[in-house]
């Protein structure tokens, strides 16, 4: 069975950092392309950042490049987002996914980031 | 950035009558590498099309998906009680990835 399970969400203060991490099951991780996507409450998805299966390459939406790094681990099945200098408009359930390509196949159920003072 | 337009924001339906959801790109997508996604409340989403037109793996034959280049539509055949959810198209093409708005299906 697939699974994909983030952690790490929290209330952090404005300016803040957090780091997400998700643990991957049931698929074959290391050819797998990752992807962090997002969902403010009450509104549509966001794709936040890529990664290919090697960790070469990676992609980021505008609003979050030079503040987020996403990472790989491949010997140890985990994806991670590394989160800094968070606003407020960065609030949201963060989802994990992966699939043979650069849309998601699997999804975790989510983890909610609160930035607010 | 590719902006995908989805049309209408909500559709209005009856169980068993068809459903028609557009998603409409302001370029080309690459590839045709347009996926789309269901979402139930409090649930992640689940990949139902991707490269515009194969069914995900354990998807119904109900669901379909057609187009190319700018535009493309997600076809439900018959709506079953569990469809009346929310939808999302996201081209895979070129980055940064995007996600259309959504279009809700609602009970009419």
């Known amino acids: 069975e697939v699974q994909l399970v983030e952690s790490g969400g929290d209330l952090v203060q404005p300016g803040g950092s957090l780091r997400l991490s998700c643990a991957a099951s049931?698929?074959?991780?290391?050819?797998?392309?990752m992807t962090w996507v997002r969902q403010a409450p009450g509104k549509g998805l966001e794709w936040v950042a890529n990664?290919?299966?090697?960790?070469?390459?990676?992609n980021y939406v505008d609003s979050v490049k030079g503040r987020f790094t996403i990472s790989r681990d491949n010997t140890k099945n985990s994806l991670n987002l590394q989160m800094s200098s968070l606003r407020v408009e960065d609030t949201a359930v963060y989802y994990c996914?992966?699939?043979?390509?650069?849309?998601?196949?699997?999804w975790g159920q989510g983890t909610l980031v609160t930035v607010s003072s | 950035e590719i902006v995908l337009t989805q049309s209408p924001a909500t559709l209005s339906l009856s169980p068993g009558e068809r459903a028609t959801l557009s998603c409409r790109a302001s370029?080309?997508?690459?590839?045709?590498?347009l996926a789309w996604y269901q979402q139930k409340p409090g649930q992640a989403p689940r990949l139902l099309i991707d490269?515009?037109?194969r069914r995900a793996t354990g998807i119904p034959d109900r669901f379909s998906g057609s187009g190319s280049g700018t535009d493309f539509t997600l076809t439900i055949s018959r709506l079953e009680p569990e469809d009346f959810v929310v939808y999302y198209c996201?081209?895979?093409?070129?980055?940064?990835?995007?996600f259309g708005g959504g279009t809700k299906v609602e009970i009419k």
């Open positions: 049931g698929f074959t991780f290391t050819t797998s392309y």
């Open positions: 370029q080309s997508v690459s590839g045709n590498y």
């Open positions: 490269d515009a037109s």
């Open positions: 996914s992966g699939g043979h390509g650069w849309e998601s196949d699997y």
């Open positions: 996201q081209q895979c093409g070129t980055s940064p990835l995007t």
């Open positions: 990664i290919n299966p090697d960790g070469s390459e990676t």
